[in-house]
Nanobody, 126 residues
Framework: QVQLVESGGGSVQAEGSLRLSCAGS????????MGWFRQAPGKEREGVAA???????RYADSVKGRFTISQDNAKNTLYLQMNSLKAEDTGVYYC????????????????????WGQGTQVTVSL
């Protein structure tokens, strides 16, 4: 059974940093794509950053230059380094993984992902 467990969320002041981790287990083969999504109160879930096995990376325009996605395949762990955080980055952050291939244009389509973590809260205060 595949499990994704996020950690690293918390409360931080604006311009601060956080690093989210997503530990994956139960994969019979390497996930073909993994990503971070977030959902702010009263808003739909949106893609933040994602990466596929070809090394293609996609970032939301709102986080470009501030967030960095990376993965440690040996540890089956996905990371999201978040710098210069803003109040609008507040929300629940979810890790997602997909067992099949995924093109760049589809990396932010949450319906394409097979597995999801339980989410971790990120709160940025002014």
């Amino acid at each position: 059974q595949v499990q994704l467990v996020e950690s690293g969320g918390g409360s931080v002041q604006a311009e601060g940093s956080l690093r989210l981790s997503c530990a994956g287990s139960g994969f019979t083969s390497r996930a073909s794509a993994m990503g971070w999504f977030r959902q702010a109160p009263g808003k739909e879930r949106e893609g933040v950053a994602a990466i596929n096995t070809n090394g293609v990376v996609r970032y939301a325009d709102s986080v470009k230059g501030r967030f960095t996605i990376s993965q440690d395949n040996a540890k089956n762990t996905l990371y999201l380094q978040m710098n210069s955080l803003k109040a609008e980055d507040t929300g629940v952050y979810y890790c997602a993984a997909r067992s099949g291939s995924l093109s760049w244009w589809a990396l932010f389509l949450d319906g394409q992902y097979n597995y999801w973590g339980q989410g971790t809260q990120v709160t940025v205060s002014l």
